[in-house]
């Protein structure tokens, strides 16, 4: 995600993407409702699997769009809907509202979360380099897992500590002591949700298999004022940077079973 000319103002935001980066009013854009009753129950041949591991030296920013962490270590994800193929991770990043009655890009049954986490991973085997990957139609998987107000998560707490450190646009930080990647994720990773889709930022790519976790993270309301504490480009608390849900359009979202 670089931070360019677009934003979340009126001006600048979701509603008028579309004019700077014409992929914005593609058929396969994300975030979207997740209906679980209309989801189509898909038994995979493997089992989703996240072959992580603690993080050695973690790279933080503030992009004034986001919280942004870049990954360096050999982090994948395969199975699930990405069959036999290994995707690697490259970063991750949250969505955030200005209250606790949304923040999250995706709705499950119309209901939004406070907050949402993307894992962003790559086809590596394919692809040399990410931004190539990013702008093909298997390029990326995005791991989306929801924040609910509940008992912290302990590897959000190292993520949260961080942000205290980059509430300004454009400064950053690295993360020294080991973090926590496997601790992000919740308890079973094999209920989620799977659809094609595209990055929910600009230049908004239709390559992105998503898989959207039906278990949560917990997080405290002290560690989403964190998150609103941040400043944006326009110097002003970092809110509501979610982009609205777009039509499902003819695509199917399936469920794991």
């Given amino acids: 995600m670089c931070a360019g000319t677009w934003g979340y103002r009126d001006d600048n935001g979701p509603s008028v993407w579309a004019r700077d980066y014409p992929k914005a009013a593609g058929q396969r854009q994300s975030p979207v409702n997740i209906d679980s009753g209309s989801t189509k129950a898909v038994k995979h041949d493997h089992a989703l699997k996240a072959d992580y591991s603690p993080e050695p030296k973690m790279s933080c920013v503030n992009n004034g769009l986001t919280f942004v962490a870049t990954i360096n270590g050999d982090n994948f994800i395969s199975g699930g809907p990405l069959d036999t193929k290994s995707y690697k991770l490259a970063s991750f990043h949250f969505h955030w509202g200005s209250n606790d009655s949304h923040g999250s890009e995706h709705t499950i049954n ?148």
């Avoid at 454009?170 to 990647?181: E, H, I, Q, Y």
């Avoid at 917990?218 to 982009?243: A, I, M, Y």
Wanted: charged content about 15%.
């Fill in 110 to 257: 119309s209901q939004a979360y406070p907050a949402e986490l993307h894992l962003v991973h790559w086809n590596y085997n394919k692809y040399d380099t990410f931004a190539e990957a990013a702008a093909a139609d298997d390029g990326l998987s995005v791991l989306g897992v929801m924040l609910k107000i509940g008992e912290p998560n302990a590897a959000l707490k190292q993520v949260f500590d961080a942000m205290e450190k980059v509430k300004s646009p454009g400064t950053n930080f690295v993360m020294t002591s080991a973090f926590d990647l496997p601790g992000l994720l919740p308890g079973d990773i094999n209920k989620f949700y799977t659809y094609p889709g595209s990055l929910t930022t600009p230049p908004c790519h239709e390559s992105v298999t998503w898989i959207v976790c039906q278990e949560t993270i917990g997080c405290s309301k002290e560690q989403l004022s964190t998150l609103r504490s941040l400043k944006n480009n326009d110097n002003n608390h970092l809110v509501n940077n979610f982009r609205p849900v777009m039509p499902l359009g003819n695509r199917t979202i399936c469920c794991s079973n």
